[in-house]
C-alpha cells in the first residue's frame, strides 16, 4: 500500500511564484526517486480555530499563506531510499543531486515553522 509524505507551512504571499518554481524543481525530483504524485495546495479557505488551526500550527504571518502538500510514494522503502538520495547533500554534498541543494535551490519559505511526517496509509477509496 502507499505511503505518504505530509507537510503544513506558511510561505509569504509574495513568494507565491519563488514557490511554485522551487516546488516544480524538488517536485521532478521525487518523480524522479519513485513517488507517485506530488501535491502542493495553496491555501484557499483556511479557517482560524478556537482552539488550533493550519496559521496556527505553523505561526502563519498576516503576511503568509498556508500550503499543503503531500508526496505519494508506492511504499515506505521506496520512500526511505528516496529521502536517504535527497539528503546526500549533507553528508556528501559531492555527489549531491543540485536540485536538493539548499544553496542552488533555497526555500522560499521559514523552514524552521514546517510541519512534516510520514503516514501509513489505511483507508484508500
Not at 503544513?8 to 507517485?36: M, R
Amino acid at each position: 500500500m502507499s505511503y505518504i509524505d505530509g507537510f503544513v507551512y506558511a510561505v509569504p504571499t509574495a513568494n507565491k511564484q519563488k514557490f511554485i518554481d522551487h516546488a516544480k524543481l524538488s517536485d521532478s525530483v521525487f518523480i524522479e526517486l519513485g513517488a507517485t504524485r506530488v501535491i502542493e495546495c495553496w491555501g484557499d479557505d483556511v479557517p482560524d480555530g478556537k482552539v488550533t488551526d493550519f496559521r496556527k500550527a505553523v505561526q502563519a504571518r498576516d503576511d503568509e499563506m498556508v500550503v499543503f502538500s503531500w508526496i505519494e510514494w508506492p511504499d515506505k522503502e521506496t520512500r526511505d531510499a528516496a529521502h536517504a538520495k535527497m539528503t546526500d547533500w549533507m553528508k556528501n554534498p559531492e555527489r549531491a543531486d543540485p536540485r536538493m541543494d539548499p544553496e542552488r535551490n533555497p526555500m522560499p519559505f521559514d523552514g524552521k515553522r514546517l510541519i512534516f511526517g510520514g503516514f501509513e496509509v489505511l483507508v484508500e477509496a
